[in-house]
Structure formats: structure tokens, C-alpha cells
């Protein structure tokens, strides 16, 4: 069956760099996203890239920090997390679609189908 399993999570200091990885098993799919959702806040888009091209979004936030990309022949995509900031500290989900998004909808949750079971990560002090 399809899914998607997050893994890289963990407690880290505030300027240190932290790797997540979501492994897609059962299928391909056209665009994979990292959504965090910190507590007391709303869910939001922190990177997507689609699979074909490599098209990627990324929020205001994080640009010039994170980094997503996509391996092809590991069916992985990956959250490359530089210079950790306390306000990033969130659970982290994996979410990838089998539609066919256009490049202004990489950053919309609603582009998405499928979703990973969350990784949390913690960035204190």
C-alpha cells in the first residue's frame, strides 16, 4: 500500500542543522511537501518539490536555511534544516499528491492526499 514514513527528527540547539527524510513506498508521486504544525499554530507549508522537474517552493520563512530535494532512485524526498531557530521548533509531516499541481499550488495543503505519521522536532536550549 502507499505511504509515506518520516524520519530525522529530534531535539536540537538553536544554530545546529537537523536532516529529514520522508520515504515513499508503493508508488511514485508527482510533488511531495514538509508541512509543520507547531502547537497553538496553524498547519504551514515549509517546502514542496515536484517529482518530474524539480520545481520547488518554499516558505518566506526558511528561504536561505532549508533546502528541499528529492532522490529518484529512493523514492525519498529530504529537509535539509540549517541554522535552527527556536520558533521552528514543530512536528514536522510528510505530504505528497498523485495529482498533477501546478507550481502555485506546491504550498497549498489541499494539493495533497497523503500524508506521514509526523516527526517532531525540538529546537531549545
Known amino acids: 500500500q502507499v505511504q509515506l514514513v518520516e524520519s530525522g527528527g529530534g531535539l536540537v540547539q538553536p544554530g545546529e542543522s537537523l536532516i529529514l527524510s520522508c520515504a515513499a513506498s508503493?508508488?511514485?508521486?508527482?510533488?511531495m511537501a514538509w508541512f509543520r504544525q507547531a502547537q497553538g499554530k496553524e498547519r504551514e507549508c515549509v517546502a514542496a518539490?515536484?517529482?518530474?522537474?524539480?520545481?520547488?517552493y518554499y516558505a518566506d520563512s526558511v528561504k536561505g536555511r532549508f533546502t528541499v530535494s528529492r532522490d529518484k532512485g529512493k523514492n525519498t524526498a529530504y529537509l535539509q534544516m540549517n541554522n535552527l531557530k527556536p520558533e521552528n521548533t514543530a512536528v514536522y509531516y510528510c505530504?505528497?499528491?498523485?495529482?498533477?499541481?501546478?507550481?502555485?499550488?506546491?504550498?497549498?495543503?489541499?494539493?495533497?492526499?497523503?500524508w506521514g505519521q509526523g516527526t517532531k522536532v525540538t529546537v531549545s536550549s
Open positions: 505530504a505528497a499528491t498523485t495529482g498533477s499541481p501546478i507550481s502555485s499550488g506546491l504550498g497549498v495543503a489541499s494539493t495533497y492526499d497523503i
Open positions: 508503493g508508488r511514485t508521486f508527482s510533488a
Open positions: 518539490i515536484r517529482w518530474r522537474d524539480n520545481n520547488r
